[in-house]
């Protein structure tokens, strides 16, 4: 079993920035993929970044490139999202995703609980 706990969220005017992180524990053997998603009210789930275990990266090229940046603390299993120059179309709930193995070779995929953005204009 893995938890992931998110945090970072909250209310921030146009302009401004916010850094959300995702901590993942529990029982497992190695995290590969560790992504952030986000739905805004009324919308489908989108991708907004991912970054692999060796840290190659990969952005929404419409909502995220040039103003995000996710990075990763292997050591303590954590994914962090800077978000920069903030819009009112950011505000959606953010969630990560994690995506790895067990011990025994089996793969897992968690999504975080969600949490929170909104940015004011």
């Known amino acids: 079993q893995v938890q992931l706990v998110e945090s970072g969220g909250g209310l921030v005017q146009a302009g401004g920035s916010l850094r959300l992180s995702c901590a993942a524990s529990g029982r497992f053997f190695s995290i590969n993929a560790m992504a952030w998603y986000r739905q805004a009210p009324g919308k489908q789930r989108e991708f907004v970044a991912i970054?692999?275990?060796?840290?190659?990266?990969?952005y929404a090229a419409d909502s995220a490139k040039g103003r995000f940046t996710i990075s990763r603390d292997n050591a303590k299993n954590t994914v962090y999202l800077q978000m920069n120059s903030l819009k009112p179309e950011d505000t959606a709930v953010y969630y990560c995703?994690?995506?790895?193995?067990?011990?025994?070779?089996?793969?897992?995929?968690?999504w975080g609980q969600g949490t929170q953005v909104t940015v004011s204009s």
């Open positions: 995703n994690v995506v790895g193995s067990t011990a025994r070779g089996t793969s897992f995929d968690y």
């Open positions: 970054i692999t275990s060796g840290g190659s990266t990969n």
